[in-house]
């Protein structure tokens, strides 16, 4: 027994012993916070200040310092999220986390980011490129002091690559990949779609919204009545049934960003809100910072959100111009037909045969040997994988494929001075079409698309694919900033996008539809901005928590005046059902009952009138939610007219099409919670902001992962929160007034689990409250010394 009892603690002691080594080898790769530190590029002394929540101060003698000190640390508390970006725009996350990333790899080496980021660096100009190799610089310093590699490469068992200029334009191809992801299945969906209907059917299913009008320039749409003709063959029977039959509204789950001038401001003053919506994870996506320099034209004081792999604010204020970004959701991409010849190696291009590049990409694999995976390319494009017509291939025209697509030229925001500098910087800036709202300390305000528009001749239709083989249809080049789109100085004093269309005419057609929002929440936004004359920063943060749930009000009276009927409710125990409803679906509260009850009715409906073409779609490899439809435009005008022409053939009248709605989404709610009580909208709709390795290691979850509630808010409503997607951050700034501003991000600062920020925010984050724009004062300094 003596010798059991020693043995046991010989082992306990042993397991004590290490557990302290693990965990001391976990606190070596915390970012030091304060003291001296070497970083032999900078050209003078620089200084990383920290407030209470990791709130980053990096005051430098020029900007290329800055961005050495900001690289420096960006690799110390972010380096794997900016690895995992870079691996995964370049398809080289197999080389980290083993075969089961192939497929996703393979997918990625279609558009050979990482060739194309090595071509685009050697054409930056000199300033940008200045700017990049300060950055690398420093990123590579900061990982190199750390006393330990990140927690993460310990589970992985493997070592962190050092950083390369290349990297940095990879983790900008990953917000082209998150923020235009189509890539291409759009047009091929809807060239399936339109060989498959009658005109005026294709036309009505894919009319933009003329109930959701929200366009700031106060054009309107017309509505496509309901064909008179019967429901056509492809929409009535269902051929394959659809695995997954899920509905989108919106190409994304979309972004805010909205904009008083001066006459709507309080105290004279332009202030912009910005809310842009992402997949929310641990680490989040943004990293906050402020950053001080001098340089010939005087002090500079920038503020606002930083990207982890990237040396630029992305949106933020100056002190003399404020600006924020939504994703237009505009068409960047084009298809091409490519006209084969008989052995497929051939493409048809004017008056000649063009053979296919070839390009070997070999994939590396943890654990495994290397793998080779061809690329064919065409000289408008890589071949999709995605099957084509006999004798034909699709060929992708892509903006994010072209040098115009990917630069550094955002920098110059950073010393803007009015909204004229900021519109005219935009059109040449490489990165993925975003909607520019921009302020100035005078009280200007703007809007223009910021990115590279290409110039499209001879096309026709540009959502479907195009033959491209004589020459008539082509891009010609990229527009210059003249013409490209603009709304300055509007006569309302009021700007607001949110990812549906935004403008009319000439300049809707130039940006195109990439799979514009339904506008509900754009309406729902300009309308709170137009119910008051002026509004201060925190009623523009209540605009962005505003979770009324608008959109679903006349499903609400669809569904409890024509469906639940007393006798269909007294025959199916319905009582308790039309009580939630009556009682809490007027918004997306995390405790309403009524909200999720409707929400699923809406979607179950219209799921069942357009199974048929979801199953069609799908035996040709799409989805339904890869067409750029809007299901809620057509959909809600066939139950209104209700004719028995227009029914799909698994229902005999439209009230059982209704009533059967109800039954299938209740009795699923049941089978997920158990009771109606149970089934609210908070426990459908949690948190879920994940660390990517706890899903491999779910014992670690609890330490990884950011704290879950359920939460206020959905798709068609300005405070979006939809199952993992959500506001990224909440910014709210006037430009010289930064002291009165707002600026929170979800989870933290810091993407190491044991450092006091990796939390920061996420509290007032999670409960809507706002935090200072500007960092508190300073608890941590760390001196950066050639």
Request: hydrophobic share 45%; net charge neutral.
């Amino acid at each position: 027994m003596t010798w059991l009892k020693r043995i046991l603690g010989g082992l306990l002691l042993l397991v004590l012993l290490l557990a302290l080594a693990l965990w001391l080898l976990l606190r070596a790769s915390l970012a030091p916070l304060d003291g001296d530190r070497a970083l032999a590029a900078l050209s003078a002394p620089a200084e990383v200040q920290r407030d209470a929540r990791g709130y980053v101060t990096v005051t430098a003698e020029n900007r290329l310092d800055v961005a050495r000190a900001l690289g420096y640390v960006h690799a110390q508390e972010r380096f794997f999220q900016m690895d995992l970006m870079r691996r995964n725009a370049a398809g080289e996350l197999s080389a980290l986390v083993g075969p089961k990333a192939l497929p996703l790899d393979k997918a990625r080496r279609t558009h050979r980011f990482r060739h194309r980021a090595e071509q685009g660096i050697a054409g930056l100009p000199a300033d940008e490129r200045a700017l990049l190799d300060a950055y690398v610089n420093g990123v590579n310093a900061g990982l190199a002091a750390l006393s330990a590699r990140p927690p993460e490469y310990l589970l992985l068992r493997q070592q962190p690559q050092p950083w390369v200029a290349a990297d940095t334009v990879l983790v900008a191809y990953g917000m082209y990949l998150d923020l235009q992801g189509a890539q291409g299945r759009d047009d091929i969906a809807m060239g399936v779609l339109h060989d498959a209907v009658p005109a005026d059917w294709y036309a009505f299913l894919t009319q933009h919204s003329a109930d959701w009008q929200a366009a700031m320039d106060d054009s309107r749409m017309t509505a496509v009545p309901v064909p008179a003709s019967p429901l056509p063959d492809a929409l009535r029977t269902t051929r394959t049934a659809c695995s997954d039959c899920q509905l989108r509204d919106a190409r994304d789950i979309g972004s805010n960003n909205f904009a008083v001038a001066a006459a709507h401001g309080s105290d004279n003053r332009a202030i912009v809100a910005d809310d842009m919506h992402l997949g929310l994870r641990a680490p989040g996506t943004w990293f906050k910072a402020r950053m001080r320099w001098k340089d010939a034209a005087g002090s500079h004081d920038v503020a606002g959100v930083t990207l982890p792999g990237a040396p630029l604010l992305v949106v933020g204020s100056n002190g003399h111009v404020a600006w924020g970004f939504t994703n237009t959701t505009s068409d960047w991409a084009d298809v091409v037909r490519l006209k084969l010849n008989a052995a497929g190696t051939h493409y048809r291009s004017g008056s000649v045969e063009k053979p296919l590049q070839r390009a070997v990409e070999r994939i590396e694999v943890a654990g495994e040997a290397p793998v080779d995976h061809v690329v064919l390319e065409s000289e408008w494009g890589p071949v999709l994988p995605q099957k084509a017509p006999a004798g034909e291939a699709y060929a992708l025209r892509w903006v994010a494929h072209d040098r115009e697509g990917m630069n550094l030229r955002l920098m110059h925001m950073e010393t803007a001075v009015t909204v004229d500098d900021a519109v005219q910087l935009a059109a040449g800036a490489g990165m993925p079409a975003q909607n520019l709202l921009v302020a100035d300390e005078t009280g200007r305000i703007a809007w223009t698309v910021i990115g590279a528009m290409p110039r499209r001749v001879g096309t026709d239709d540009m959502d479907l694919p195009q033959d491209w083989s004589d020459g008539r249809s082509r891009w010609q080049g990229y527009l210059p900033a003249a013409e490209q789109p603009r709304i300055v100085d509007p006569a309302d004093g009021r700007l607001w996008t949110a990812n549906s269309r935004m403008v009319g005419g000439a300049a809707m057609k130039l940006m195109g539809n990439g799979g514009w929002d339904v506008g509900a929440r754009g309406q729902q936004i300009r309308d709170a901005l137009r119910a008051q004359e002026r509004l201060d920063e925190a009623g523009l943060h209540a605009i962005q928590l505003d979770h009324r749930a608008l959109f679903h009000q006349r499903w609400r009276e669809l569904l409890l005046t024509r469906v639940l009927t007393p006798e269909f409710v007294a025959a199916h125990g319905l009582a308790d059902y039309r009580a939630e409803i009556e009682k809490s679906s007027d918004a997306a509260r995390p405790d309403a009952v009524g909200y999720l009850l409707l929400r699923s009715f809406r979607l179950q409906a219209l799921k069942s009138l357009f199974a048929p073409l979801a199953g069609m779609l799908e035996a040709q490899g799409l989805k339904l939610s890869d067409l750029k439809m809007v299901p809620e435009n057509p959909g809600w005008a066939l139950i209104q007219a209700a004719r028995p022409d227009t029914l799909p053939a698994a229902f005999k009248t439209w009230p059982e099409l209704l009533q059967r709605a109800v039954l299938d989404s209740r009795q699923e709610l049941l089978r997920k919670y158990g009771s109606l009580a149970a089934a609210t909208w908070g426990a459908d709709n949690p948190t879920s902001m994940r660390h990517p390795l706890s899903l491999a290691v779910p014992a670690l979850s609890g330490w990884l992962d950011q704290a879950s509630q359920g939460m206020a808010g959905d798709s068609h409503m300005p405070r979006v929160h939809n199952h993992g997607h959500g506001q990224s951050e909440r910014m709210v700034v006037s430009p010289g007034h930064e002291e009165r501003g707002i600026l929170v991000i979800p989870g933290g600062q810091s993407g190491h689990p044991m450092s006091p920020f990796y939390r920061g925010d996420h509290a007032a984050w999670l409960a809507g409250e706002p935090l200072p724009f500007l960092p508190g004062e300073t608890v941590h300094r760390l001196a950066l010394r050639p």
